[in-house]
């Protein structure tokens, strides 16, 4: 957990209210967007007070950040199966059904947003982006090519186009990008 998101010393957190506030915000950027957020909205959804949602998020993006951050743990790399290309293709495969989830683009871009302005939330942006990027990097080590780019680099191809796709919409971030991106990995696989 990012300093901008750690409970202060000697208030532990509630871990039903913390649900409560997670489940909410998830709620309302699915209902309403992630623009129309407040942490005003996400207390009264919650049934907590305001000032128990700032003790612990210091913005809506704080909150939200976190809430996906719980709902990406749950798609972890794949174990092994002893081939490691499909293995790479089901990491993708789920990677961008998250994207493509409701509210999980429409999150993720509204925090993009903020994060310009607000030095906190692109750390934590930045934290649960790298924790993404490591499993993909992962995945591609365990292919055990000899790369013609460095691996960082196909990482950036590839969650490049799911980002581009998600900011200008002009393709679909599913099934067909995994397919276009594991040619895109075999050309760069010696």
């Not at 976190?66 to 794949?78: K, N, S, T, W």
């Not at 293995?87 to 789920?94: A, G």
């Amino acid at each position: 957990m990012n300093e901008t998101t750690r409970a202060p010393q000697g208030r532990p957190r509630s871990e039903s209210a913390r649900r409560a506030v997670l489940d909410a915000a998830v709620a309302l950027a699915v209902r309403d967007g992630y623009a129309a957020v407040t942490i005003k909205g996400i207390a009264e959804a919650a049934g907590v007070g305001r000032q128990t949602v700032y003790r612990w998020w210091p913005t809506r993006g704080a909150v939200l950040i976190e809430a996906l951050a719980e709902i990406g743990a749950a798609h972890v790399l794949p174990e092994p199966s002893g081939d490691p290309r499909a293995d790479l293709r089901r990491f993708l495969d789920r990677t961008f059904a998250l994207a493509a989830e409701a509210p999980v683009a429409n999150v993720l871009l509204g925090i993009t947003a903020d994060a310009v302005s607000d030095p906190g939330l692109a750390a934590v942006r930045r934290d649960y982006i790298s924790g993404r990027r490591a499993l993909l990097r992962e995945a591609l080590e365990r292919c055990g090519d000899a790369w013609a780019v460095p691996v960082d680099t196909v990482v950036d191809l590839a969650f490049g186009a799911m980002w581009y796709r998600l900011m200008n919409e002009h393709a679909s971030v599913g099934p067909q990008l995994t397919e276009e991106l594991l040619i895109v990995v075999d050309a760069l696989a010696r």
